[in-house]
């Protein structure tokens, strides 16, 4: 959700790494990439990560760029998305094959995680902006059936998660606080850190519905998450 990262965080994207495996760094979200991919790796680094593990940036992206991230997410066991804005990382990677190799890495058990800007992106359809009217734009089908909303109490987003909901009818609205995750399997999700996940939804467009889930709730299946229309 932003701010302060839960350690249980870098922790997932560490034990996805296991002993041998690489994870990819994504910092295009940041105004610059180059400084967010340092500040990326230091961090996963500190986790336990070897240097070796970590495909990170050193330079502006460009096509070389594009075509070594995706040979390297073919093997990749995890994806670390820093913050930024989420239509500037979706931009740089518009046109090309990251999406698909993203579901790929899913689908072969790996881990993608992120922060702020890297949460939001990860549903289909996106919160790229507003206040309490929400801009909505294309973002990554990662979490299927979601839109995804970040910095959500403190910045007071209840409105416009509300609004998007209502909007598109069928989906599920997740607002995360800041120093806060929704760790989200295939079958379950977890609340980690020190605030909440907001679950909102509406089924007619007009009645809003709403769930909180904390920390130390532990596991909930997503196909009890919300109840059917």
Do not use: C
């Amino acid at each position: 959700g932003g701010g302060a990262l839960p350690p249980e965080v870098l922790s997932a994207v560490v034990a996805a790494a296991g002993e041998n495996g690489t994870v990819v760094v994504l910092p295009d979200a940041a105004e610059d990439p180059v400084s967010a991919a340092t500040e990326a790796q230091q961090k996963l680094q500190e986790a336990g990560l070897k240097p070796e593990s970590i495909v990170s940036r050193s330079g502006p992206l460009d096509d070389a760029v594009r075509s070594s991230v995706l040979q390297a997410l073919a093997t990749a066991r995890a994806v670390w998305i820093p913050g930024g804005q989420q239509s500037r990382l979706y931009s740089s990677w518009q046109n090309t094959e990251l999406e698909s190799a993203l579901q790929q890495l899913l689908q072969r058990g790996g881990t993608i995680a992120g922060s702020s800007a890297g949460a939001a992106i990860m549903s289909k359809i996106m919160i790229a902006s507003g206040k309490d009217s929400p801009q909505m734009a294309i973002g990554w089908d990662l979490i299927p059936q979601a839109i995804v909303d970040q910095h959500f109490t403190e910045r007071k987003r209840q409105a416009r998660l509300a609004t998007a909901v209502k909007t598109h009818t069928g989906l599920v609205g997740l607002g995360l606080d800041e120093g806060t995750a929704l760790l989200v399997t295939q079958r379950l999700v977890k609340v980690v850190g020190k605030g909440t996940a907001h679950i909102a939804w509406s089924w007619d467009g007009k009645n809003l519905r709403e769930k909180v889930l904390k920390p130390g709730q532990g596991e909930e299946s997503r196909d009890d998450l919300v109840p059917d229309a």
